[in-house]
């Protein structure tokens, strides 16, 4: 990588919150400990019935937040858990939110501005039988905190201020909700394992991406199993936004991937696969990144991993010390391979990263949404 491309990474807005998430985590984890208690009755609460069901929901990156932290949260809380975008619930509230057992609504949000992430709370008020509402947000002062701010039957966890990224796109924002659910949830996840990892993977990211940039991609796949599709879907927004779609992105999981999404794949391909920690799931990754460097050729795919002992023929981006983890832990760090690529990729486009659509066809809170009336309901 070139140092003016370097240096252009240490000046912009984005590349700042990318580089800061090891010490964004070890302060939320900081947050979480000191506010355990508060938090431990509230959930006791909120999931006392062994029916209740939690929901996490948001909207753009904020839903791929639940994807991730999914199957984790479930484990711990013993209780089923479902990742629901706050889009789908303002659309078709009466599927997305079960009328018939006690709800735990988890929002995230950035801002908590966007007009869906209060008028998710407001449908959910209406549509669940009883349901509780957990908020983690980045800004204390968004719509979604205020409204929740105060009630009984919620409780609003807000972030390290400099969680809330000024930038256009989700960076430290995205991975410190995902980490604090986790700490809220009870999960034994050690941030400063994850922020040495981190650290780790700041040292060489640059150096790694840089060779596959160059390649000139149109059209970047990134696939990643169970939670870590999560990942993949945020990776592919990341590239697709902060590059104001010039660089076509698109995300599934290993095994789907080859029912019929398999067709976007071309010359000017690179494919990205994330490949679990959990052996079982880990051989159906490969199998699917042997195939794709069969197709693409080895100098268009990469391999994100955590185990540190894969021998393969093409690039693989190692996130040290995370070797054993579950897949949405180690998963934090690895989005620093993501988020950086998007970054430089962007600025090979010659876009701003900061601003990639200033003409504001695309917004850092989105803009144009109405909420219309719901009428529903029996009764109403």
Request: aromatic fraction near 6%.
């Amino acid at each position: 990588m070139s140092t003016q491309t370097s240096a252009a990474l240490d000046s912009c807005q984005t590349g700042t919150e990318i580089a800061q998430q090891p010490r964004v985590w070890r302060e939320i984890s900081a947050l979480v400990t000191e506010r355990r208690e508060a938090l431990d009755r509230f959930l006791a609460d909120a999931t006392a019935d062994p029916r209740s069901v939690i929901l996490l929901a948001g909207a753009g990156t904020s839903s791929f937040i639940g994807e991730l932290v999914a199957s984790e949260v479930a484990r711990y809380a013993g209780r089923t858990t479902t990742a629901v975008p706050t889009t789908d619930i303002v659309a078709a509230p009466a599927t997305a939110v079960p009328s018939d057992r006690p709800v735990l609504l988890v929002s995230f949000a950035r801002s908590g501005d966007s007009p869906e992430s209060v008028a998710a709370v407001q449908l959910a008020d209406r549509v669940a039988g009883a349901v509780r509402h957990l908020v983690i947000t980045c800004n204390a002062d968004g719509a979604l905190a205020r409204h929740c701010a105060g009630r009984s039957d919620s409780f609003v966890l807000t972030l390290p201020a400099v969680a809330n990224d000024e930038g256009f796109a989700m960076t430290s924002s995205f991975t410190g909700m995902a980490l604090g659910t986790l700490l809220v949830f009870g999960s034994t996840v050690d941030a400063t394992v994850l922020a040495a990892a981190g650290d780790a993977v700041r040292a060489v990211v640059e150096e790694a991406v840089g060779p596959v940039v160059a390649l000139h991609p149109r059209r970047v796949v990134h696939l990643g199993s169970g939670a870590l599709q999560g990942l993949a879907h945020e990776g592919a927004l990341k590239c697709l936004e902060l590059t104001a779609g010039r660089i076509l992105a698109l995300a599934d999981s290993p095994m789907a991937f080859r029912h019929g999404p398999k067709s976007a794949l071309d010359a000017t391909t690179v494919a990205m696969v994330y490949l679990s920690n959990d052996p079982y799931t880990r051989r159906y990754d490969l199998d699917l990144a042997r195939e794709l460097w069969t197709g693409l050729g080895l100098d268009r795919v990469v391999v994100i991993e955590g185990t540190g002992d894969v021998d393969l023929p093409v690039a693989t981006w190692t996130v040290p010390g995370v070797a054993g983890l579950p897949d949405a832990e180690w998963g934090l760090p690895a989005a620093l391979f993501a988020q950086t690529f998007a970054l430089t990729a962007s600025l090979a486009e010659g876009l701003s990263p900061d601003n990639p659509f200033p003409g504001g066809e695309v917004n850092r809170v989105v803009q144009g949404v109405v909420i219309h009336p719901y009428t529903g309901l029996k009764g109403e």
